[in-house]
């Protein structure tokens, strides 16, 4: 069974930065590696939006409201996705979650997800 745990949120000033960490393990032991994934996040009252998308050959693409101030990447053993945020703002508050389509040799691709960090912004 594959395990995604969310790590890294946090209080911070605006302006600010903060990292966070989607890391997969497998209890196993079994090889495995994160192809596709994607940190979306979700403030209280309103939808999740999708934030940031890592593909598995590297490609990313981002929210408009992030470019420029986020950065999406990946470990080069491929069980790590991080997402770096800068300039944070108070709108950028918000449960950022993790999904990832992580491979293994017995299951193949199958999506899972993070249990999601906290992130806030103080203006």
């Known amino acids: 069974q594959v395990e995604l745990v969310d790590t890294g949120g946090g209080l911070v000033q605006a302006g600010g930065s903060l990292t966070l960490s989607c890391a997969a393990s497998?209890?196993?032991?079994?090889?495995?590696?994160?192809?596709?994934a994607t940190w979306y996040r979700q403030a209280p009252g309103k939808q999740r939006d999708l934030v940031a998308t890592?593909?598995?050959?590297?490609?990313?693409n981002y929210a408009d409201f992030v470019k420029g101030r986020f950065t999406i990447s990946r470990n080069n053993f491929k069980t790590t996705v991080y997402l770096q945020m800068n300039d944070l703002k108070s709108e950028d508050t918000a449960v950022y979650s993790c999904?990832?389509?992580?491979?293994?040799?017995?299951?193949?691709?199958?999506?899972?997800w993070g249990q999601g960090t906290q992130v806030t912004v103080a203006s």
């Open positions: 999904s990832a389509d992580v491979w293994t040799p017995i299951y193949g691709t199958v999506n899972y």
């Open positions: 890592i593909e598995s050959g590297g490609e990313t």
């Open positions: 497998i209890s196993s032991g079994s090889i495995f590696r994160i192809n596709r």
